[in-house]
């Protein structure tokens, strides 16, 4: 079975600043779907970046990047110029492709980083 | 609609007391997930739909949580018989077509927080 683990209960940067939320993944497939979603106190869950295992290129979406080591499982998400709004609970999750064996292509979540963001 | 909208927002219920959470997805939306985020944890998978059909419900947790789709809109889950280990939040999530959340993501509603007293 997957798993996802995020090794940072809680991470705090610099407004402005540059920060990375780490993401380590465990799964014997080849191809699958991987994940960054925001969740402010709304508690909706906002899509912040995404990458397909069979591109080799980071997945850059404006000020977020991520860095994808597909041999080490590795998935971490760097925040550069931090604002005010980016603070929240940070997920990384999976997903497998939903022809794989029959997955229906549900998410799989770590625990989450909380972020804060000084002033 | 706009977005995945979810009612009601809070829920409280006395131990024992059976529940409702209603998820009303993006209008034509064929993919709907149901997630249990339990407090300072990650969303777990519950079931999902394709349409009104359940392909897989793998997740819940015990034969006290149900959920349905009738028509392939709306969804409700369902517990029976509460208890305070079912206190979380209830997030739905749906995409337009199955696959189509990978590419895309899903869009998720803001949850429904049960607190079971």
């Known amino acids: 079975a997957q798993t996802v683990t995020q090794s940072q209960p809680e991470m705090s940067v610099q407004e402005a600043e540059t920060v990375t939320l780490s993401c380590t993944y465990d799964t014997s497939e080849s191809d699958y779907y991987l994940f960054w979603y925001k969740q402010p106190p709304s508690r909706q869950m906002i899509l912040v970046i995404r990458q397909e295992a069979y591109k080799q290129q980071n997945a850059t979406e404006n000020r977020f990047s991520v860095n994808f080591q597909k041999a080490a499982k590795s998935f971490s998400l760097k925040i550069s110029d931090s604002q005010l709004g980016d603070a929240a609970m940070y997920f990384c999750a999976y997903r497998s492709p939903p022809e794989y064996r029959g997955s229906q292509g549900n998410l799989i979540f770590g625990k989450g980083t909380k972020l804060s963001v000084k002033p | 609609g706009a977005g995945v909208s979810q009612s009601p927002r809070y829920k409280v219920a006395k131990r024992g007391q059976d529940v409702a959470l209603r998820c009303d997805p993006i209008?034509?939306?064929?993919?709907l997930f149901w997630y249990q985020q339990a407090l300072g944890q990650g969303p777990e998978f519950l079931t999902y739909f394709q349409n009104e059909a359940q392909l897989d419900k793998s997740g819940l947790p015990s034969d006290r949580f149900f959920a349905e789709r009738p028509e392939g809109s709306v969804s409700t889950l369902k517990i029976q018989r509460t208890q305070q280990e079912d206190s979380a939040v209830y997030l739905c999530?749906?995409?337009?077509?199955?696959?189509?959340?990978?590419?895309?993501?899903?869009?998720f509603g803001s949850g429904t927080r049960l607190t079971v007293v």
């Open positions: 209008s034509g939306h064929v993919s």
């Open positions: 999530a749906s995409s337009s077509l199955p696959g189509q959340g990978a590419r895309y993501g899903y869009t």
